[in-house]
């Protein structure tokens, strides 16, 4: 399943030096080539997950609603065990986020799931050999705190971040009296050299995104988008992307309240490239296929659920040509499984990466992680929202 093209019976993928270099019903093998049988499997591009936090990411540092300079790579352990349940889920490209509640909380990291022992090991890298990824903000009520400095309404939210990026354009044109590490990560938001993954739920937060990106000529991905199917029109207007959540307990989050299983299908009925993602470890990195299967119930096209795993979220983070689909000259980042990817009863076999068997079903230890169990955790508590766990029980008191 190729993503890019009809699906190919009985065909054949060639990889060498971890690149795709032949794919069909009838390609030849040169002499001595290593031969894999996966006769009545199916082979289907990895995951690319726009939004995770694996890795033990840290929750939120309090010390300020706004830090462009605080990168997600200086908090990941690419040993942590929810790599492991990532690949078991058929992850092999994850764009890990800082932690929540900012107004923006850092800059984002490009994982490739490779085995590694150093987050050098797992980044993805440019031609120049930068390392990738974009920048995180939120609206709503995540940064939205009694604490001096921080803002206590939506619109002192919106108010800080203009102020922010106003602050910042004349060091952007030049003038430079000393190196600054968050106006430089500003620049490169207002160049377009990266990425905004944009947090926000409800539909008069998302209106709010649009306006930021048109006064500051941002690009711009809407993270979780939960009534973003309420305004599909405006947002494929816009021309912007979203990847959506799709979740069983919203009622963890007001904000959620309002979400629907119908919201990915009336994105994509609207000309939104949209897509899928985990929130890892809001919703479990295994159960990407369960979530598309979901998008499929409410109303989303088969082939537009799976390129929602694909081929739409590496299109929306800008590497759609080196990974997203099964193409000659792409990264062979590929799933075996013995089924139909949105079937209950299948099961995911394999995952490799740029050519590498990262996970395999049929090693014991590896198995494990596809299913839980002791020894399968991550080695220590998920960060993710322990600062919001800790607002809530402070606004409780």
Known sequence: ????????????????????????ATVALSEGTE????????????????????????GADRSAPIQPDVRAMDAINPKDKSLEKARAGGVTFANVMPGSGHLMSGQTF???????????????????GKMLGGMKMANGTNSIRDNAGWPGTRAKSAAL???????????CDGKKEKRDLAKDALCEIMAGERLVHFHTHRADDIMTVLRLRDEFGFKVLIQHGMESGDIADRIAAAGIPVSHI?????????????????????LEKAGVLVSLHSDDPIVDSRMMFRQAALAVRGGMTREGALRALTINPAKQVGLDDRIGSLEVGKDADLLVMDGDPLSIYTKLLETWVEGDLVWDRSNPEQA??????????????SMHHLDLEAHAMENDQ
């Open 1 to 24: 399943m190729p993503m890019t093209g009809e699906t190919i019976e009985n065909g054949t993928i060639v990889v060498h030096e971890g690149k795709i270099t032949a794919i069909g």
């Open 35 to 58: 031969v894999r049988d996966a006769t009545g499997k199916v082979i289907l591009p990895g995951i690319v997950d726009t939004h995770s936090h694996i890795g033990q990411v840290q």
């Open 110 to 128: 490009y994982m490739k799931l490779r085995r590694g022992d150093f987050i050098e090991d797992v980044a993805v890298r440019d031609d120049d």
């Open 161 to 171: 971040v203009r102020a922010k990026f106003i602050d910042a354009k004349p060091y």
């Open 246 to 266: 799709l979740v069983d307990a919203p009622g963890g989050k007001l904000e959620a309240m309002n979400s629907r299983i119908t919201s990915a299908g009336d």
């Open 368 to 381: 494990a992680f596809a299913t839980g169990g002791e020894g399968t955790a991550s080695n220590g508590r």
